[in-house]
């Protein structure tokens, strides 16, 4: 899917769900700009403050794209900014706090994921939006909360930092093997941009019927927490340190590659061994129990299913034994997932050009909240840094042109 493509177009009449919802963001790098990314995609109008000359950290990061001006734009900055204004203000003077300020009424959303303790020196912090401003929402995302004490509480938080405090990299490291940083991208900012956009969509409903607005305060720990619950839950339950549960949850080798199996109930190993020809498996007392599964892993179940699969890619080994009952799928590459046709049915992935001369266009994953009444796109491209600004405090807060240069001269505004 394209920029400003259009799926579902006759669902364009009914507008967006949060048509009207207007969020102030002062963020960086992913955990908050992906959720305003995805508050912008259901209709909301974003406007995100940066900082003059260099913008948001995201924007330096590498690899890297060079914009109409010749700055260098970063992955994190491309994938998560689509849909939203840009406005460069310099919020450590004073004049720049103030025209912060000044627009807080303007919208109902006020977000930010600094340190914590960084806006309440600046005179951004909740205190001060809501004493200009009782309705509004103000949503704080950072590594270990806000409102509630942490001894962690001052620690600089990306991503790595809660997804290893929450227990799954050691759960999941190999005995001997150094831990393994980001299994999986950026699980410990998106999962916890995801619980912000709930926090700020349950507080708008709440501010309708009690006419205030409120602190919304996610911790990424928290949401880590949340998202690896099986860690302190196995645990609980009697499973020694770093112990799975007795399931066929692993990898394993096709003749193009490798691909995963899933059995946790006897009927699904059943199927399994009835489907690659080891009948037998099914009155070997060895294997008998879950258990003897894990096992009996390496000596019986992987030569069994490795031997059956090495004549077949993984596609077809999965799909005979999907066609089974068996959960299974293969383990993509890259360039693997980009061709899918799954990807490209659900319009997962959104093609940015880029504005350097290189001919591939940037990916950006889509949004997968898909609904009926609600059209798929147009997507918007990222702001290039302070491309709004004139336009937000010209329409806003009702700065002249005269204004406009005299804060741009005085170095507040870029």
Same mark, same amino acid.
């Given at each position: ?5 259009? /799926? ?9 769900? !949060?048509? $009207? ?10 955990? *908050? ?5 995805? #508050? ?9 403050? &940066?900082?003059?000359?260099?913008? &948001?950290?995201?924007? $330096? ?50 977000? %930010?994921?600094? /340190?914590? =303790?960084? !806006?309440?020196? !600046? ?46 990299? +050691? ?22 941009? *995801? ?15 009690? $006419? ?31 112990? !799975? ?5 692993? $990898? ?15 009927? @699904?190993? @059943?199927? *399994? ?21 894990? %096992?009996?892993? &390496? ?44 990807? @490209? ?40 840094? =302070?491309?709004?600004?004139? +336009?937000?405090?010209?329409? &806003? ?5 005269? @204004?406009?240069?005299? #804060?741009?001269?005085? =170095?507040?505004?870029?």
């Amino acid at each position: 899917m394209r920029l400003g493509e259009i /799926r579902n177009a006759e669902a364009l009449a009914s507008g967006k769900p !949060l048509d $009207g919802v207007r969020v102030l963001a002062l963020e960086q790098l992913q955990a *908050l700009p992906f959720a305003t990314q995805l #508050l912008a995609r259901l209709g909301a109008d974003v406007v995100k403050v &940066e900082k003059p000359g260099t913008g &948001e950290s995201g924007r $330096g990061s590498l690899p890297a794209m060079t914009d109409p001006a010749g700055r260098q734009v970063g992955a994190t900055f491309l994938r998560n900014n689509l849909g939203k204004r840009s406005v460069a203000i310099d919020i450590t003077r004073d004049a720049g706090r103030q025209l912060v300020l000044e627009l807080v009424p303007h919208f109902d959303v006020v977000a %930010e994921n600094f /340190r914590p =303790g960084v !806006l309440d020196r !600046l005179g951004l912090g909740y205190d001060d939006v809501r004493s200009i401003d009782p309705r509004s929402v103000y949503l704080s995302v950072s590594g270990f909360g806000n409102t509630q004490p942490s001894p962690y509480r001052d620690r600089p938080a990306y991503a790595p930092v809660p997804e290893a405090m929450s227990g799954i990299y +050691e759960m999941k490291r190999l005995p001997g093997a150094a831990p393994i940083p980001v299994p999986m991208g950026g699980v410990g900012d998106i999962g916890s941009a *995801l619980f912000a956009v709930i926090g700020v969509l349950a507080a708008l409903r709440h501010r309708e019927h009690t $006419g205030r607005g409120q602190h919304v305060d996610v911790a990424m720990f928290d949401c880590m927490l949340s998202i690896t619950d099986l860690v302190t839950n196995f645990w609980s339950m009697g499973l020694a340190e770093g112990q !799975l549960a007795p399931h066929i949850m692993h $990898g394993f080798r096709a003749s193009d590659g490798w691909f995963i199996v899933m059995v946790i109930r006897e009927y @699904e190993f @059943e199927r *399994l061994a009835r489907r690659i020809g080891q009948d037998q498996w099914l009155t070997d007392p060895r294997l008998a129990t879950r258990a003897g599964w894990i %096992e009996h892993l &390496e000596t019986v179940v992987r030569p069994g299913i490795e031997q059956w699969a090495a004549g077949r890619t993984r596609e077809q080994a999965c799909a005979e034994l999907g066609a089974a009952g068996v959960a299974t799928a293969p383990c993509l590459r890259a360039g693997e997932v980009v061709t899918d046709p799954h990807v @490209e049915a659900h319009d997962m992935l959104v093609e940015v050009d880029r504005t350097d001369g290189v001919a591939q266009p940037i990916l950006v994953p889509g949004n997968p909240i898909k609904m009926t009444d609600v059209a798929i796109g147009p997507e918007r491209r990222m702001p290039w840094l =302070g491309e709004h600004t004139d +336009e937000v405090l010209a329409a &806003e807060i009702g700065l002249s042109a005269a @204004e406009l240069v005299r #804060l741009r001269d005085a =170095g507040v505004l870029g």
